[in-house]
């Protein structure tokens, strides 16, 4: 099967129609694959582990020309990783990975301390990281980090003069990453790397997807029983493209367990989110990296619970602000989750952005925003 059959199959069991702008970046991605599945600079490294070891460089000349890679952006919903799940299904080759942009870069920077000590460490990694893989797939690449953007050309660089090829999806065009980030000059050399080495193309118009079902699905479920459970794994599944996985994320060097995660949808308990110490600081994190966050299990607050309700608060708030859409499971109606307590007078206000997060237009408004945190 190829890459636009795989995504027509695709498309009929999700119910959706083919778009323009989707079609395009399939037959760009089926053109890479043949030249894929005809390419090999390397042999499968049967390591477990991006980064099990330090292995012995090694390289054996490309028999033909590095393909071009292909960076694929546009807003959140225009089904970016949904095409990329066709392509990447449909690639005939071992030495083959698919993670998160955000999460790729957390390793780098954890394996950059682990080996601090030798010569060069990002080299090294970049070295073993490359002799591992021919094909590295980026999910929601984008910086905000000035950490990120002081090391992007180097890491890019030496993937490039390995002969990896890369495909990467984002919300942002290649020339407005990283937008009055400090110290933004840092980045450009890697900009411009991406602009020569890979094709850049728009998938911005046709059908907002998530929109779609974000509009046909409820987002908030009231009360909380095995019935209400079963739809927010409806809701993950219709929300969610690309790998998903129950791994834990770190926000702001601190574990967060998570019920499911996609690409750019996760799915994380109460608990986990507003019991546990949390900061505006890391529901800002989030915000970046997530356009749709599935909230489970919030109980109806008591007076002893002031401390979760000011951070579910503090949560409501940043969301509201990034755009971010929220779907939850409650105990009660959002009228009755704080009634009494220190914050409870305030928590009128945040029921009521509760509630205009539900709205068509809140649905429609694209502005998200990106913090450097």
């Known amino acids: 099967m190829n890459v636009k059959e795989h995504y027509i199959n695709a498309l009929a069991k999700k119910g959706y129609k083919a778009d323009a702008s989707q079609l395009n970046a399939i037959s760009k991605l089926q053109n890479l694959a043949v030249q894929l599945?005809?390419?090999?600079?390397?042999?499968?490294?049967?390591?477990?582990?991006?980064?099990?070891?330090?292995?012995?460089?090694?390289?054996?000349?490309?028999?033909?020309?590095?393909p071009k890679g292909l960076y694929m952006w546009g807003g959140v919903g225009r089904g970016k990783s949904f095409v990329m799940d066709s392509f990447y299904a449909?690639?005939?080759?071992?030495?083959?990975?698919?993670?998160?942009?955000?999460?790729?870069?957390?390793?780098?920077?954890?394996?950059?301390?682990?080996i601090s000590k030798q010569a060069d460490p990002l080299d090294i990694i970049a070295t073993n990281i490359a002799n591992k893989y021919t094909l590295i797939c980026f999910d929601e690449f984008h910086v905000s980090d000035i950490a990120d953007a002081m090391i992007l050309y180097r890491l890019l660089n030496k993937f490039f003069e390995k002969g990896v090829v890369f495909v990467m999806t984002s919300n942002y065009e290649p020339t407005t990453l990283y937008p009055d980030g400090l110290h933004r000059?840092?980045?450009?050399?890697?900009?411009?790397?991406?602009?020569?080495?890979?094709?850049?193309?728009n998938v911005d118009v046709g059908v907002d997807y998530r929109l779609r079902e974000l509009e046909q699905l409820e987002t908030y479920y009231t009360p909380i029983d095995s019935d209400t459970?079963?739809?927010?794994?409806?809701?993950?599944?219709?929300?969610s493209s690309g790998q998903v996985d129950k791994d834990s994320i770190s926000v702001q060097n601190r574990e967060l367990k998570v019920v499911c995660k996609s690409a750019n949808v996760l799915w994380v308990d109460f608990y986990d989110m507003c019991v546990l110490p949390r900061s505006q600081i890391d529901y800002l994190e989030i915000a970046n990296e997530y356009h749709t966050i599935i909230l489970s299990n919030v109980p109806k607050m008591t007076p002893q619970d002031?401390?979760?309700?000011?951070r579910f608060t503090w949560m409501?708030?940043?969301?509201?602000?990034?755009?971010?859409?929220?779907?939850?499971?409650?105990?009660?109606?959002?009228?009755?989750?704080?009634?009494?307590?220190?914050?409870?007078?305030?928590?009128?206000?945040?029921?009521?952005?509760?509630?205009?997060?539900?709205?068509?237009?809140?649905?429609?408004?694209?502005?998200?925003?990106?913090?450097?945190?």
């Open 185 to 201: 000059d840092r980045l450009i050399p890697a900009i411009n790397l991406i602009l020569e080495r890979m094709e850049v193309i």
């Open 37 to 66: 599945n005809s390419y090999s600079i390397k042999e499968p490294n049967v390591s477990s582990g991006l980064f099990s070891g330090l292995l012995k460089s090694f390289k054996t000349k490309p028999v033909k020309p590095t």
């Open 306 to 310: 002031a401390s979760a309700a000011r």
């Open 316 to 373: 409501v708030d940043v969301f509201y602000d990034h755009k971010v859409k929220l779907v939850i499971s409650a105990q009660v109606p959002a009228e009755e989750l704080f009634m009494e307590g220190i914050f409870a007078n305030e928590f009128s206000r945040t029921v009521s952005r509760m509630i205009e997060m539900r709205s068509t237009e809140y649905m429609q408004d694209k502005t998200r925003k990106s913090v450097d945190v």
């Open 229 to 239: 459970n079963s739809k927010l794994q409806n809701c993950f599944s219709r929300l």
């Open 90 to 114: 449909c690639i005939n080759m071992e030495n083959k990975t698919r993670v998160h942009f955000h999460e790729f870069m957390r390793s780098i920077h954890n394996r950059l301390q682990e």
